[in-house]
């Protein structure tokens, strides 16, 4: 089993940044894709970014294209989301998840593991 522990979430005004961490432990595999996924009230979980494994391969979801970055730190097994320039739409519970193998994907049935989440609020 893998587990994925996020932290970083919090309230924030409209403009501000913020930066996500999500550390992965127990199963380790040669190489997985790590991404981020967000859930706002009343609406379906949809993917923020994701990153391949040597960080060759990024998505990002046209909504928060050049505000977020998504990278990683292979030693520390932990991936990042910097988040800046937030908007009010960008409130929601956002998760990491985590699926073996090279290639990226960006729907959420392909991925098997997943942290509890974190809140990230940005006020007007």
């Known amino acids: 089993q893998v587990q994925l522990v996020e932290s970083g979430g919090g309230l924030v005004q409209a403009g501000g940044s913020l930066r996500l961490s999500c550390a992965a432990s127990?199963?380790?595999?040669?190489?997985?894709?790590m991404g981020w996924f967000r859930q706002a009230p009343g609406k379906e979980r949809e993917v923020v970014a994701a990153?391949?494994?040597?960080?060759?391969?990024?998505y990002y979801a046209d909504s928060v294209k050049g505000r977020f970055t998504i990278s990683r730190n292979n030693a520390k097994n932990t991936v990042y989301l910097q988040m800046n320039s937030l908007k009010p739409e960008d409130t929601a519970v956002y998760y990491c998840?985590?699926?073996?193998?090279?290639?990226?994907?960006?729907?959420?049935?392909?991925?098997?593991?997943w942290g509890q989440g974190t809140q990230v609020t940005v006020s007007s």
């Open positions: 990153i391949s494994w040597s960080g060759g391969t990024i």
């Open positions: 998840a985590l699926r073996g193998g090279m290639a990226v994907f960006t729907t959420e049935s392909s991925y098997i593991y």
């Open positions: 127990g199963r380790t595999f040669s190489n997985y894709v």
